[in-house]
C-alpha cells in the first residue's frame, strides 16, 4: 500500500477498490510473519477497522462520505488517546493505565474525515529518543537492509515502518526535535513536522508543551499536506503551486554538516545540484545562530524537566519499569535550577529572532534531516555511549527547527534500492502553505 492518499481517493471514488479492500490489505500486511507488524503496530484494531470500513463503504455508495479520504487505513502513534483505550505511549509504567474517555483531537478530525485507525503504532518509550528502540515491546526494524536490523528512528518508529511496509496509507506521529522526520529520512518515506501551534495537542501524552508538535508521515509531500489540512483544519488555500526555477534555498553551514557520513553528503549534494540545475538559486550561509542551540540544551534542554514536571509521580511509583535510558534523560531535569530555565526561555526567544533575520531573504533552508544512515539495532542496544552520540547526532538538526518555531519536512532523496536519505526543508513559524508550496516543486524535480 505504497500508493499515495489522493491515487487511493481516486481509486475508491471510481470503484476501483473499497474501503473494506484497503482494510484488508492492511491487515495482511501487520499480520504477515515475514514483516514487523507486530513491532511496529503495538495493538491492531482489527474488529473497529472493519466496521468502519464497511460504514465508510455504505456512505459512499449512498453518497455521503465525509471527505475524499473517507475509509482510507492509517496509523497513530501510541502516545494518542483513543477512546475506550489506555494510552501506554510505548511504556509499560502505563499499561494499566485508565482508558481514555475520549479522542485526542488530532485523532478526532481525522475519524471525521473518514479516515480508518487500523492500530496504534511503536514509539520510543514516552517519545523521548530519536533512535527508536523500545526494550519493552520490540524494535521494529528499518525497512531497508532487514538482513542486518537497522534501526528505524524514532520516536516515531512504528509510524514510519508502517507506512514504509504498506501497513497502512499513512500515519500520525509527535515531532519534539524530529520525531516525525527522523524516522522518515531513515525509512524513505516523507515526514513533516508543522508549526507548533497549528496542530491541538489535546489527547496527546506530552514531552515537552514548549516543543511539542503532530504530525503525518506519508508517501509524499501532497499525501502530509492533506493530512496537516485535516489536522489544523486548515485548508493551506493560500499558497498555490510554485515553481522550482527562481526558488530560494539556503544551506546552513553552520552544525549541520558537522561529523556527516560521506555517502549521506553526497547523495544530499547531488540532490542540491538537480535542484540548481533546474532553476533553483542555492546559497550557502553561514547561521552561526545555530550554534546557540547545543548551549540550550547542554543540561537537558527544555524536554527534561517538562517531562519530569508530568512525570515525576510515576516515576516514583513505577521508575523500575522505566526504558532506563528514556529514566535518565527525564532525570538530567535535576541538573537544572529554576533560573536556568529562564536563561533558556531568554536565550530561545534570542534565537528565534536571530534565525528569522538571517533567513528572511530565502524561501527556504535546506539540509540533511539526519547525518547518517541507520544504524544497526543491536549495535546500539549493546553500547550505551554508542546509543548516547547516535541519539545527539540524528537529533542535532530537525532539534534546530523545533527550537526556532518552525515548520519542516523531510524528503527522501536516495535513489532507489539504495540507503536512504533524507533532504529536509524548512521555514520560519507559519509558514506551513509556502513550504508545502515549495516542497511540492522540490519533490517534483528531483522525481524527474
Not at 491515487?7 to 477498490?17: F, I, N, P, R
Not at 495493538?43 to 460504514?55: E, F, G, I
Not at 550561509?285 to 550554534?291: G, R, S
Not at 526567544?349 to 530565502?362: K, L, W
Amino acid at each position: 500500500m505504497r500508493a499515495t492518499l489522493n491515487e487511493l481517493a481516486v481509486d475508491l471514488a471510481t470503484g476501483k477498490v473499497t474501503s473494506s479492500q484497503l482494510v484488508e490489505q492492511s491487515l495482511a500486511r501487520i499480520a504477515d510473519g515475514r514483516g514487523e507488524g507486530a513491532r511496529a503496530v503495538l495493538k491492531v484494531h482489527a474488529d473497529k477497522a472493519r466496521a468502519a470500513a464497511r460504514a465508510s463503504d455504505e456512505l459512499r455508495g449512498a453518497g455521503l462520505s465525509p471527505s475524499r479520504f473517507s475509509g482510507i487505513p492509517i496509523a497513530v502513534k501510541d502516545l494518542f488517546d483513543l477512546a475506550g483505550e489506555p494510552t501506554p505511549a510505548g511504556s509499560k509504567a502505563l499499561a494499566g493505565a485508565k482508558p481514555a474517555e475520549a479522542d485526542a483531537t488530532a485523532i478526532a478530525r481525522l475519524k471525521a474525515a473518514g479516515f480508518v485507525v487500523v492500530g496504534r503504532n511503536n514509539m520510543t518509550e514516552f517519545a523521548f529518543s530519536g533512535v527508536g528502540i523500545n526494550p519493552h515491546y520490540g524494535t521494529p526494524a528499518n525497512p531497508y537492509d532487514r538482513a542486518t536490523g537497522r534501526i528505524p528512528g524514532g520516536s516515531s518508529s512504528g509510524a514510519a515502518v508502517s507506512v514504509a511496509d504498506g501497513m497502512a496509507a499513512a500515519a500520525i506521529g509527535s515531532d519534539t526535535g524530529g520525531s516525525c522526520r527522523i524516522p522518515a529520512a531513515l525509512c524513505g518515506i516523507v515526514g513533516y513536522k508543522p508549526t507548533a501551534s497549528t496542530v491541538p495537542l489535546d489527547g496527546a501524552l506530552p514531552l515537552s508543551f514548549t516543543l511539542d508538535s503532530i504530525g503525518p508521515l506519508a508517501n509524499s509531500v501532497d499525501c502530509c499536506a492533506s493530512l496537516h489540512a485535516i489536522l489544523s483544519g486548515d485548508r493551506l488555500a493560500d499558497e498555490g503551486p510554485r515553481q522550482i526555477a527562481g526558488l530560494r534555498i539556503a544551506i546552513p553551514q553552520s552544525v549541520v554538516f558537522d561529523g556527516i557520513e560521506p555517502y549521506v553528503a553526497e547523495t544530499f549534494e547531488a540532490a542540491v545540484r538537480r535542484l540548481a540545475d533546474a532553476g533553483a538559486i542555492v546559497t550557502e550561509v553561514a547561521l552561526t545562530a545555530f550554534e546557540t542551540v547545543a548551549r540550550i540544551n547542554a543540561k537537558g534542554g527544555f524536554p527534561a524537566p517538562e517531562a519530569l514536571s508530568w512525570h515525576r509521580t510515576l516515576l516514583e511509583e513505577h521508575g523500575d519499569q522505566y526504558d532506563p535510558r528514556v529514566r535518565a534523560r527525564i532525570l538530567r531535569a535535576h541538573e537544572q535550577t529554576a533560573a536556568d530555565y529562564i536563561d533558556m526561555l531568554h536565550l530561545r526567544r534570542a534565537y528565534i529572532a536571530a534565525v528569522r533575520t538571517a533567513i528572511s531573504p530565502y524561501d527556504v533552508l535546506a539540509m540533511p534531516t539526519v547525518p547518517m544512515v541507520a544504524p544497526s539495532i543491536a549495535a546500539l542496544a549493546g553500547d550505551n555511549d554508542l546509543f548516547v552520540k547516535t541519539n545527539l547526532a540524528l537529533l542535532r538538526n530537525p532539534t534546530l527547527i523545533n527550537m526556532m518555531d518552525g515548520c519542516a519536512i523531510s524528503l527522501p532523496v536516495h535513489a532507489e534500492g539504495d540507503a536512504p536519505v533524507g533532504l529536509m526543508l524548512a521555514a520560519a513559524g507559519g509558514r506551513d502553505a509556502a513550504l508545502f508550496a515549495y516542497a511540492r516543486a522540490v519533490e517534483r524535480a528531483l522525481r524527474r
